[in-house]
């Protein structure tokens, strides 16, 4: 009986004469990463050994290379998913890695989302509509002020009030008093608009700390917390999503353009896979380089349909202004959460009169799909 494999594809830089000795290499390493010729047992041979299952010339000196690995090796953890995917392949400066496609058991093994969109739509009454999200910035304010800016985002009707991705437990806004102070704040908006505000915290620290502060959040009532898989480990976000089913996490895209992986499989296809209810990343147009390309397809991995996994929401973010909600609703649909930051604080005293033009732009357009 054939042991059961998945498959990685990567994009490989090289000549047409070295390419398959560079794939079957790659398939030594991600797999058994020793000389073949010195294995002396059958079963590793026939079932662990990685084999090379396709080339593809690509044009202009990239290859597509198809490598199967064993699902032995991974089972259904994160880090060693990541590790026998492209561990020290992603040594190689000039190897890509592009897709990972996992047989339906290993992809069902790993759960994907929690809650995902339909759950995150049910906690806010919002089914018929794109989602909305602001950040709480900048770096350095004290919990009160940081309090302060929450209340009004409420008072404006955002959906979700993050952390900014950079505050974390520093003495000016320590964590325990700052999630204290904005949750009593959101609280109190909330009791006045009726709107199901969320303030989601962000966690940082080693992962007894991050249980710690997600046990602090759930005792001032929250129920959505944000971490950075690529600082934390995704090991740690499948740990925490396994053990607080009943809060939903965000996935915060820093550091995920160190490694030469796609963005679209990274932020998209495997955060959604570890458990991430909604991932966050750079919306082409503002302050980074995502292509409009990359972006539907990001949007595609994260909410496609698929029996095994809850859908994640796509949170395109980074430079957005109130007047591309249009553009940002025709491009993605309303399966989408919008994430505006610097240019509704930039408003300053006009920051709730800013965030409900905002949310009342995004309510005016209604359910939809993503087009193209």
Request: proline letters at 4%; hydrophobic letters at 45%.
């Amino acid at each position: 009986m054939t042991a059961a494999r998945f498959q990685v594809v990567f994009h490989i830089r090289s000549d047409a004469a070295q390419i398959e000795a560079r794939a079957r290499s790659i398939a030594v390493e991600q797999s058994v990463e020793m000389p073949v010729a010195a294995i002396d047992d059958e079963a590793i041979l026939r079932d662990i050994v990685g084999r090379v299952d396709g080339i593809a010339d690509l044009g202009g000196g990239v290859f597509e290379v198809r490598i199967g690995l064993a699902v032995a090796t991974v089972e259904a953890d994160a880090g060693q998913l990541l590790n026998m995917a492209f561990g020290n392949t992603s040594l190689h400066e000039d190897v890509v890695l592009r897709d990972i496609v996992l047989p339906e058991a290993m992809e069902a093994a790993f759960g994907g989302p929690g809650h995902g969109l339909e759950g995150l739509r049910r906690r806010l009454g919002a089914h018929d509509r794109a989602l909305t999200c602001s950040a709480l910035k900048p770096q350095g304010l004290s919990a009160d002020r940081l309090a302060g800016i929450a209340e009004r985002f409420t008072r404006g009707g955002i959906d979700f009030i993050k952390d900014d991705h950079g505050i974390a437990d520093q003495h000016y806004s320590p964590f325990a008093a700052r999630v204290a102070a904005i949750a009593a704040a959101v609280r109190r908006a909330t009791a006045e608009t009726g709107h199901g505000t969320r303030y989601l915290p962000s966690l940082a620290g080693n992962l007894e700390q991050m249980h710690l502060q997600v046990r602090t959040a759930r005792e001032e009532g929250l129920d959505t917390v944000m971490l950075a898989p690529m600082i934390a480990g995704v090991a740690t976000l499948q740990a925490l999503v396994r053990a607080w089913p009943e809060v939903a996490f965000f996935a915060h895209p820093t550091l995920g353009g160190a490694a030469r992986i796609a963005p679209d499989l990274l932020i998209g296809k495997l955060f959604r896979l570890f458990g991430a209810d909604a991932v966050i990343f750079p919306n082409f147009g503002g302050r980074f380089g995502y292509t409009p390309e990359q972006c539907r397809s990001l949007a595609r991995h994260a909410t496609g349909a698929n029996p095994r996994l809850r859908g994640a929401v796509p949170v395109p973010a980074g430079g957005m202004t109130t007047a591309r909600v249009p553009e940002i609703l025709e491009f993605y649909g309303t399966d989408v959460m919008l994430l505006l930051g610097g240019s509704l604080l930039e408003t300053r005293e006009r920051l709730t009169e800013a965030t409900a033009a905002f949310t009342d732009a995004v309510a005016r357009h209604g359910k939809g799909s993503a087009h193209g």
